[in-house]
């Protein structure tokens, strides 16, 4: 079966963050212009319509912060914490996103 909503969320999210999360420190010119293309053509082709529609406009109001890899990160993390208030989820703490999509908890544990 095709994903629902919420599979396609959550593996959405751990893609996008995990792109940003190996991003670049100090992009080119050219990352940072082909990452603001990647988003926007993701934008455009993501299934579930209702989700693209507000991702555009999002991406419209807010453009991607594409300057650094902490830049990107932390925008891809506050477009997260947008929807999840929309959702009524959790906010995730953003100076956790290295941690999270990209080193690991110290301890080396990963529920």
Known sequence: CPPNAQELGRA???YLH???AYYPEKP???QQKDMQSF???FSEFYPCKPCAKYLVKELKEHPPQVETKSALSN???QLHNEVNARLG???F???KVDERWRTGPPNGFCD
């Open 12 to 14: 959405t999210w751990t």
């Open 18 to 20: 995990s792109v940003a």
């Open 28 to 30: 080119t010119r050219k």
């Open 39 to 41: 988003l926007r053509i």
């Open 75 to 77: 925008w891809v993390c």
């Open 89 to 91: 989820k959790p906010i």
């Open 93 to 95: 703490d953003c100076s």
